[in-house]
């Protein structure tokens, strides 16, 4: 008993002692991590000491905790690039004390940055190259090395028969990184950094820039040239090649160690070649560079750095990957943004301004959601209360007084974006400095920006409290108030007795059928039209129903849902053919044409419900009764939505396919495997096929994943079918214009068609990928060589974003 009580005690600490040491283990792997993660933040110590102390605590624990140590260094290599010079240094002083250890980081970087390229995470791809390229500095990667890696990423960047938009990257990516390491590459391979400058630029005096005018914020440069990203980075590149690669803005800690660090012996980077094109790669889009301000704006204080300073490069990107890193937590991104290093040195509350819009004004679509910069700037406001607002209203008045020229889809995020904020400061505004464009043309984009604003501020207040916020003499500008506009109110109107008749029987809780019972004695104004033909429809029956339904859920969106769901059955009798369906659009617009917040939410209730098509919808905002609609946002809210729809169902539909397909894949594979055991196991097997059998139902069949690729057709036919209506339209108003001015010798160049062009161009980029598919398509029926000019110009500018 007691040698069997012995054994157990011990069983029981040998067990405890190995719980133990891995909880010991785990303790000084977080110890560790914390340690890398928090070195360079603020500390009672110097830098210098901590990067010291941190390279003689991690020596000490290579031998138990290598791999760990060189996956976190790695990490923050990449997800923490503004700290880049502190975690080179750390490698460096690693690298000094164990050269084993610095070449396998050195080997460690190169697989991630190998991984990032394949994976298309060119971001990642891009803060491994600096920080390979900052390890030059620290002397533990050979200069000769990184300027051969240079040089086999320009050379990809020559390649023939691939995308534009990869050679571009590429060279950005090398351009990127000359800040960092270009005065070390001078002082000791100037040669062949001239060669790599040069192949640089005659590669970008042949580079074609169609899309340029496309993605401009404004289409004019005055008073600030609206530079291509690529021209404007080798602009400020050349500037810092003439200062003999001097720049007093990146932090270099390495400095102080450079008598340790210059004894080291250094790593060669191993052959690198970029991995080949292929079709399912997906490259960053071009951008053009956003300037909103220069140093005359800046009165007080640090003068703004140049438009082709290096500086200016370097703030603009750090407050970017802020951005990038918080945009989720507004406090906190508003909190970094405000404690940069170097604010002391410059205007940091212009430079955040500019950053954070020329984010909002991205082409062709913001990084994240509109309301994120919004918020942003409200909590920039409220922890820099004394110079933030009055900044952000300086940034206002700038941008308002150049939106005649501003591209129509920031024009809209500049509205989206300006009434949301007054909501959070209580409206209030200098009304009184805009009155001037007041006597302008109604579709001026001055006052149409004012009517937008008080449009979509009633959305987010109530419209007693807009008659408040403005003066009087704004009254033009001032939103209707969003009334319905019920016809059969009137008696005489035809119809009105059936529409009352239909209302009592609605209160009556009455069924779908008794309602279709009630509509049947109401004649067909088509004349000569057949009841029983599946396309006919009676617009009358239509427009009594509707207008009668909607009237009643007039309270608020929950009852106008909640009627439209019980009565769903009578919109689908009445509203089989797109015709119909275009008759209830025009209805519900006849009842709500005060309300467009009404309009937007009961369109997209009404394609979720299947009650109409997408095409409709786009037939109906290009029919003739919207032409007065036609400029205003709401219209064009109503059409993304639909265009987003179409595209989410065909994106889900793809999606299932694919699954299923993977599914049949795996269980065939595995039926496969098991038929093989079963023949090797004889009747002993049998046992298994049954016990298998169970989830048959749940295992997609052939006939299923057909059946799902007829629907996935059919729905991709119905969005190209969309994409072709919608441009068709666009075609046929513009060129109506076109030549209805070249007749009548007019400029054609008035606020509609300015609006209209810009329309059209913010159709094609907010679904590029969506548009992309059918490219081919379109040139061939719709943008053929015979269009016009100014609007074939349109289509070429989108295909050379991805040329």
């Not at 530079?227 to 090649?241: A, P, T, V």
Request: with cysteine; aromatic share 10%; glycine share 4%.
């Amino acid at each position: 008993m007691s040698r069997r009580k012995h054994d157990e005690d011990d069983g029981y600490d040998r067990i405890y002692r190995k719980r133990r040491k891995v909880s010991e283990n785990q303790d000084i792997e977080d110890r560790l991590e914390s340690l890398i993660l928090r070195v360079g933040e603020k500390s009672t110590s110097s830098l210098e000491s901590n990067l010291e102390g941190l390279a003689s605590v991690l020596e000490a624990d290579l031998g138990s905790f290598r791999v760990k140590i060189l996956r976190i260094l790695a990490d923050c290599a990449t997800n923490m690039p503004e700290k880049c010079t502190i975690y080179t240094t750390l490698i460096g002083l690693l690298n000094a004390k164990n050269y084993s250890f610095g070449g396998e980081f050195v080997e460690y970087m190169v697989r991630n940055f190998k991984d990032a390229l394949k994976n298309c995470k060119w971001d990642a791809a891009r803060y491994a190259l600096r920080f390979l390229a900052d390890l030059v500095n620290c002397h533990v990667i050979a200069a000769g090395s990184l300027l051969q890696l240079l040089d086999n990423m320009v050379d990809a960047a020559k390649e023939d028969g691939v995308p534009q938009v990869r050679k571009d990257w590429y060279i950005y990516a090398v351009l990127s990184i000359l800040p960092w390491v270009g005065r070390e590459l001078y002082e000791k391979k100037e040669q062949s950094l001239d060669t790599l400058m040069s192949a640089i630029e005659v590669f970008l005096i042949k580079r074609h820039k169609n899309h340029h005018e496309a993605l401009k914020v404004w289409h004019s440069d005055v008073p600030h040239p609206q530079e291509e990203y690529l021209d404007c980075l080798w602009s400020q590149i050349r500037k810092l090649r003439q200062d003999n690669w001097a720049e007093k803005h990146i932090p270099r800690p390495y400095l102080a160690f450079d008598s340790i660090l210059c004894e080291a012996l250094q790593h060669n980077l191993p052959a690198l070649l970029p991995p080949p094109h292929h079709d399912s790669y997906h490259y960053p889009m071009p951008w053009v560079v956003f300037r909103m301000f220069d140093y005359t704006d800046c009165p007080e204080g640090p003068i703004l750095p140049g438009a082709h300073s290096i500086e200016r490069f370097l703030i603009e990107e750090h407050l970017h990957q802020i951005i990038e890193s918080h945009h989720l937590e507004r406090k906190d991104a508003a909190a970094q943004l405000l404690d940069v290093p170097y604010k002391q040195k410059i205007p940091l509350d212009y430079m955040i301004v500019e950053v954070i819009f020329a984010e909002l004004f991205h082409m062709p679509s913001p990084r994240y959601l509109e309301v994120c910069y919004g918020s942003i700037f409200i909590e920039l406001c409220k922890l820099h209360p004394s110079r933030m607002p009055q900044v952000l209203a300086q940034a206002t008045e700038l941008l308002f007084s150049r939106i005649d020229s501003m591209n129509t889809a920031c024009f809209d995020r500049l509205v989206n974006w300006f009434s949301y904020h007054l909501s959070n400061f209580q409206f209030r505004w200098s009304w009184e400095d805009w009155e001037s464009c007041l006597q302008l043309d109604p579709e001026h984009p001055r006052p149409k920006f004012i009517k937008e604003v008080l449009l979509k501020a009633q959305r987010l207040a109530y419209h007693e409290r807009i008659h408040k916020i403005v003066p009087e003499t704004f009254e033009p500008l001032i939103p209707e108030k969003p009334e319905p506009t019920f016809k059969y109110s009137d008696d005489t109107a035809p119809g009105a007795n059936t529409a009352r008749a239909i209302a009592d029987a609605i209160r009556e809780r009455c069924t779908p059928e008794e309602v279709l019972t009630g509509l049947a004695e109401l004649p067909n104004p088509r004349a000569g039209v057949d009841e029983g033909d599946a396309s006919s429809y009676n617009p009358l029956k239509i427009d009594v129903f509707v207008q009668t339904l909607l009237q009643l859920g007039m309270k608020s969106f929950s009852h106008s849902f909640a009627a439209i769901s019980k009565f769903h059955y009578v919109f689908k009798v009445l509203a089989e053919s797109e015709e119909a369906q275009i008759c209830v659009l025009r209805s519900m617009f006849e009842l709500w044409h005060n309300h467009q917040q009404m309009m937007v939410v009961l369109v997209d209730k009404m394609l979720k419900t299947q009650i109409i098509e997408c095409s409709a919808v786009a037939n109906w905002i290009f029919s003739k009764d919207m032409n007065g609609e036609f400029t205003k946002m709401y219209l064009w809210e109503i059409l993304h939505l639909t265009i987003r729809k179409m595209s989410k169902h065909v994106q889900r539909l793809g999606s299932e396919l694919s699954d299923a397909r993977e599914r049949l894949r795996r269980d065939e594979s595995h039926s496969s495997e098991s038929d093989e055991e079963m023949g090797g196991e004889g009747a002993g097997g049998s046992g298994v096929g049954k016990s298998g059998s169970g989830d048959d139902k749940d295992k997609p069949s052939e006939d299923m994943v057909e059946r799902m690729e007829e629907r996935l057709e059919a729905a991709q036919a119905d969005q190209k079918n969309l994409f072709l209506i919608i441009f068709q339209r666009f075609i046929m108003i513009l060129s109506e214009h076109l030549v209805r001015c070249d007749t009548d010798n007019r400029d054609f160049d008035t606020f509609w068609y300015r609006w209209t062009i810009g329309r059209l161009q913010q159709v094609f980029l907010a679904h590029h990928e969506q548009v992309q598919k059918y490219s081919s398509t379109l040139e061939t029926l719709l943008f053929t060589h015979d269009l016009d000019p100014h609007i074939l110009k349109v289509f070429q500018q989108f295909v050379s974003l991805r040329a």
